[in-house]
């Protein structure tokens, strides 16, 4: 009997030690932008260095997490809705996501490495099966109705990062 429907959310960190080509263009092209949108929130007379001093001084710096997230818009368009990053237990990329969220964890105006920022990908509301030792066993498919026909499944090992962000539970 299922469990519930969940939606699930995949949060990657990326930062100056990060290795692939694509999260390497993604990280350069935020710093860009980052550089660019601080300039709005930041004191010319007194500026602040680091994302998290500028928040510090200018509450509406709170901002800079969507305004820097247009640049990373065309990298995560590049996945096609596929979160690239999260194999299921056979290797295949196939969860899903509908919409990505984009937060600066940090950054520094004279230092490119300080920047880090963290992408936070959301599934669409997916049927939770089981747990099995440490898997979440889920289908793709949320219409639940028709058990006894059998349902095509994914498994997913649970790891750092992966969390159950909406459960509902079937009854």
Known sequence: MPKGNVRFAYRIVINQHSSTAWEKYLWESTYQEFLMQAQLFNDKAQPALTFKEL??????AEQLHFLVSTAAHPYILQWKGKIYHLADTLGNNFMPFNYCQLDIIDSNIKDIKA?????????????????????YLISLDENLQNLSEGLETLMYKMQNRLS???FKPIV
């Open 55 to 60: 928040l510090s001084k200018n509450e509406k």
């Open 115 to 135: 920047h880090e920022i963290g992408l936070t990908f959301y599934t669409p509301v997916l049927s939770l099966i089981d747990i099995w030792e440490g898997h």
């Open 164 to 166: 159950i962000a909406y």
